[in-house]
């Protein structure tokens, strides 16, 4: 059964500096991956969605990689900025066509 | 842009109580989805439809109903709520089932069982 993680559960960091957080998944058999982002007592927003015959998408200072046959996805997020803080969720699509969680990393960026 | 709204952002009932919690998209979206999620379990899917009128279990139906009477709306029951229903609500949509679904969420409902 697909798993999926994120570690670290939370990340803080200094305004400015290039993070990376990741997402790990057990079956590489996946149709998709998507990069979310909740604020606190907010619905998810859709940040990046990555195809499994993709390597990567990006969208302004943010870029999400898929590496299947290792089973990792990342987001990288460039010159962090204080409105970044939030907790980030990935989820995989498996073959069944359910989107399975990670259970999201929470970002703190300090000004 | 795709629109997922949620009949409530807070809501507080009692043990036993009859809840219904809805949701609306405005995109002609095929496929709807009710999750929760509770700190440290991460989202768990309740229940899915990919049609109207059609209805599958997710992972933790138990204590769940949902209706789809209509393509735009779907609706989740607590059919007598519990405290341990007490959690954030969230509804989804996507366009189609395949590898383009990205899924749109409402901005959810926080539901208190006391």
């Known amino acids: 059964k697909q798993e999926v993680t994120q570690i670290p559960a939370a990340l803080s960091v200094p305004e400015g500096e290039n993070l990376v957080l990741n997402c790990s998944f057990t079956?590489?058999?996946?149709?998709?991956l998507q990069w979310f982002r909740q604020d606190p007592g907010k619905g998810l927003t859709s940040l990046l969605l990555i195809q499994s015959s993709q390597r990567e998408q990006t969208s302004g200072r943010l870029n999400a990689s898929l590496d299947k046959s290792s089973g990792r996805s990342t987001l990288y997020i460039a010159a962090s900025q204080p409105g970044d803080s939030a907790t980030y969720l990935c989820?995989?699509?498996?073959?069944?066509?359910?989107?399975?969680w990670g259970a999201g990393t929470k970002l703190i960026i300090k000004p | 842009d795709v629109k997922v709204t949620q009949s409530s952002r807070y809501l507080v009932k009692r043990t036993g109580e009859k809840v219904f919690l809805e949701c609306v998209q405005d995109?002609?979206?095929?496929?709807m989805f009710w999750y929760r999620q509770d700190p440290g379990l991460g989202l768990r899917l309740i229940y899915f439809s990919y049609d109207v009128k059609m209805k599958e279990k997710g992972d933790i139906p138990e204590g769940y109903s949902v209706s789809r009477e209509k393509k735009e709306r779907f609706s989740l029951i607590l059919e007598s709520a519990s405290t341990n229903q007490t959690s954030m609500y969230l509804c989804a949509s996507t366009e189609e089932r395949g590898v383009y679904n990205e899924q749109f969420f409402g901005p959810g409902t926080r539901l208190t069982v006391l």
């Open positions: 995109m002609d979206h095929e496929n």
């Open positions: 079956d590489s058999a996946i149709y998709n």
């Open positions: 989820a995989a699509l498996d073959s069944n066509y359910q989107l399975i």
